[in-house]
């Protein structure tokens, strides 16, 4: 399995508080994706990596933010969570692209 | 309006069925990656295609890039291949689309 973790794996938070999801590699792949899966939607990217300090917007990244300092770490960040923010975030990796990507655990979170 | 379509959206098949899953996308891509989702929750790459075809054990992956059109088949299947399976593509700009998934369950 690729070394990809996640953190936290679950939390709980109320809407408006600033909340930080932490994905960690241990594999040195170039790309580094946040998605989010919601029940019939699928998943759908929010922001990704190609580098240290280049990120992209993906579909829905609209009260996300992320960066990447190092290679090794991406972080989502939701300045100010709202409810319809509940969801599973899932990392995932990949050496380039298109190449095979490969998932972390997923954090499920929930706003309240 | 969905750049990746899957069906069937459910499947039951009874232990050692052949199986079929769908996939039809509506974009220009690069590869098509087929995944497989748990019960638990975690993610599995398949396979990534982006012509003919590809076999891994008991799976299947086809690919038509002129229709648009791939499919997963299951040979022999088994209880343990209850899972969502998830077809995604790799599109332009390095933007990836999935499939809302198929969610297939094997009777012993």
């Known amino acids: 399995d690729a070394g990809i973790t996640q953190s936290p794996r679950h939390k709980v938070t109320e809407t408006g508080t600033p909340v930080t999801l932490r994905c960690h590699q241990t594999?040195?792949?170039?790309?580094m994706y946040w998605y989010r899966q919601d029940p019939g939607h699928g998943l759908r990217l929010i922001h990704y990596?190609?580098?240290?300090?280049?990120?992209d917007k993906g579909e829905v990244s609209d009260g996300y933010s992320v960066s990447r300092s190092k290679t090794e770490d991406f972080l989502l960040t939701l300045e100010s969570a709202t409810s319809s923010q509940t969801s599973v975030y899932f990392c995932?990796?990949?050496?380039?692209?298109?190449?095979?990507?490969?998932f972390g655990p997923g954090t499920r979170l929930l706003v309240l | 309006k969905n750049e990746v379509e899957q069906s069937p959206q459910n499947l039951t098949a009874q232990e050692g069925e052949f199986i079929t899953i769908n996939c039809s996308y509506s974009?220009?891509?690069?590869?098509l990656h087929w995944l497989q989702q748990h019960p638990g929750g975690g993610i599995v790459s398949l396979f990534m295609?982006?012509?003919g075809k590809k076999k891994h054990g008991r799976l299947i992956a086809t690919i038509n890039i002129q229709e648009k059109h791939s499919s997963l088949h299951i040979t022999a299947s088994h209880p343990r291949d209850s899972a969502v399976y998830i077809c995604?593509?790799?599109?332009?700009?390095?933007?990836?689309?999935f499939g809302t998934g198929t969610s297939l369950t094997v009777i012993p």
């Open positions: 995932a990796i990949s050496e380039a692209t298109p190449r095979e990507q490969y």
């Open positions: 594999e040195n792949h170039r790309y």
């Open positions: 990596s190609y580098g240290v300090k280049d990120t």
């Open positions: 974009v220009g891509i690069s590869a």
């Open positions: 295609l982006s012509s």
């Open positions: 995604a593509v790799a599109g332009a700009g390095n933007q990836f689309y």
